[in-house]
């Protein structure tokens, strides 16, 4: 797992902003949709300065280059001072097409998408919506270990009422992770997480886990 933490820093230097896809809470993985048929199960921690919080995905596919995605997981959040923290529920959901693979005449793997999440608690409610894309590169022999840099940015309106305060934003968080296909059912993940243009989130966040295809 250090290796892959210490990877995903070294892709977060060197990979330049290309377009990303479509998670509201994360990118979770490359731009490579799940199969048609298919299914992948993720399990996921993320931290940031005022922010703990755990998330699960389905993904399912039922056609060529289209598939879809239900996230859903509780986070721990310190609002700041005079506020208490929250436990606030996650929940969102998203679709993605994939545009192009990896071949001999283009480098990467990209993929579009919309999706939408709300999250809430006691007196704290945001919803957030917008488009994505993300763009990847696996690397690696066949029947190996593969690793698969991606980068994501999407473009978000989130709308907010929290602690009787009312008001809207348009965020850019930029996604810069790595995940390890250590086995066919079996993969790592480490993503930082830019918040670029965000007045509720912190500016850096970072997430680790684990992507089970089934």
Known sequence: ?????????????????????????????????????????????????????????????????LDFGFHGGISRIDPGPGVGTRTT?????DLRYQLTGLSPTFPADMAIGASLAVETSDNYKVFSL????VASRTMGTEG??????????ALLFSSRDAFG???????????????ARVAPEFR???????????RYNDDIGFVTGVNLPF
């Open 144 to 153: 190996g270990t593969r690793f698969i840099p991606y980068a994501g940015l």
């Open 1 to 65: 797992m250090k290796s892959i933490l210490a990877a995903a820093w070294v892709i977060a230097a060197l990979v330049p902003a290309v377009p990303a896809r479509a998670q509201v809470f994360g990118q979770y993985t490359g731009a490579t949709v799940t199969p048609a048929n298919g299914h992948v199960f993720g399990a996921y921690l993320n931290v940031s300065e005022h922010v703990v919080g755990g998330l699960a995905q389905l993904r399912l596919s039922f056609y060529p280059n």
């Open 89 to 93: 529920v996650r929940l969102g959901g």
């Open 165 to 179: 305060v009312q008001d809207s934003d348009i965020s850019l968080p930029l996604r810069l992770g790595l995940e």
């Open 130 to 133: 917008g488009p994505s894309a």
């Open 188 to 198: 790592l993940i480490a993503e930082m997480q830019l918040f670029i243009t965000d």
